[in-house]
T-cell receptor, first 115, second 115 residues
Framework: DGGITQSPKYLFRKEGQNVTLSCEQN?????MYWYRQDPGQGLRLIYY???????QKGDIAEGYSVSREKKESFPLTVTSAQKNPTAFYLC??????????????FGDGTRLSIL | AQSVAQPEDQVNVAEGNPLTVKCTYS??????LFWYVQYPNRGLQFLLK??????LVKGSYGFEAEFNKSQTSFHLKKPSALVSDSALYFC?????????????FGAGTRLAVHP
């Protein structure tokens, strides 16, 4: 089955530690996205990538970093500079063509908490 | 700037009754609008979209949405609610700022269907 796999499902971060969230898709989508979800705030865009080796900052990129070395993979690193990382993180992908008329497909998320 | 608003934090409806979840938007140009549903600890699932054409859009699980340009609204509807429809619903609009296609999400509306 085609889809998006996020791992781990739960992650705990210690003070001063960087952690990396994995996102893999086998949908052959060019575009991939990372969102942060906090209660009552909807989804906020962290980073997005339209093609391999290229990515752009979203609305809340500070304290986060990404890479896009392969079409299938778009890992997100939550750095120690992100002072409030506790949230539900969602990865998504979509077909890039079509002028934005294609829906995004989502993984089942990673819940990150501070130890 | 593009934006989308969901004016109700929660909607309560009895099983078998019709349901409406409201969404209004503000965009420059023609809007591309989407509805997604999220079940607990899961990612978002695409329900339906409006790009152009018929103002009444039909989607998954018996849901439909009505695009109203004069009222800048895109309300989600279902003729007969099920308890299993209880979930968090998000409206989203395409954003093309910066030359890349992204989605801007509303804060979400929690739908509670009571037996």
């Amino acid at each position: 089955d085609g889809g998006i796999t996020q791992s781990p499902k739960y992650l705990f971060r210690k003070e001063g530690q960087n952690v990396t969230l994995s996102c893999e898709q086998n949908l052959n989508h060019d575009a991939m996205y990372w969102y942060r979800q906090d209660p009552g705030q909807g989804l906020r865009l962290i980073y997005y990538s339209q093609i391999v080796n290229d990515f752009q900052k979203g609305d809340i990129a500070e304290g986060y970093s990404v890479s896009r070395e392969k079409k299938e993979s778009f890992p997100l690193t939550v750095t120690s500079a992100q002072k409030n990382p506790t949230a539900f993180y969602l990865c998504a992908s979509s077909i890039a063509q079509g002028g934005g008329n294609q829906p995004q497909h989502f993984g089942d998320g990673t819940r990150l908490s501070i130890l | 700037a593009q934006s989308v608003a969901q004016p109700e934090d929660q909607v309560n409806v009895a099983e078998g009754n019709p349901l409406t979840v409201k969404c209004t938007y503000s965009v420059s140009g023609n809007p591309y609008l989407f509805w997604y549903v999220q079940y607990p600890n899961r990612g978002l699932q695409f329900l339906l979209k409006y790009i152009t054409g018929d103002n009444l859009v039909k989607g998954s699980y018996g849901f439909e949405a009505e695009f109203n340009k004069s009222q800048t609204s895109f309300h989600l509807k279902k003729p007969s609610a099920l308890v299993s429809d209880s979930a968090l619903y998000f409206c989203a609009v395409r954003d093309r700022s910066g030359g890349y296609n992204k989605l801007i999400f509303g804060a979400g509306t929690r739908l509670a269907v009571h037996p």
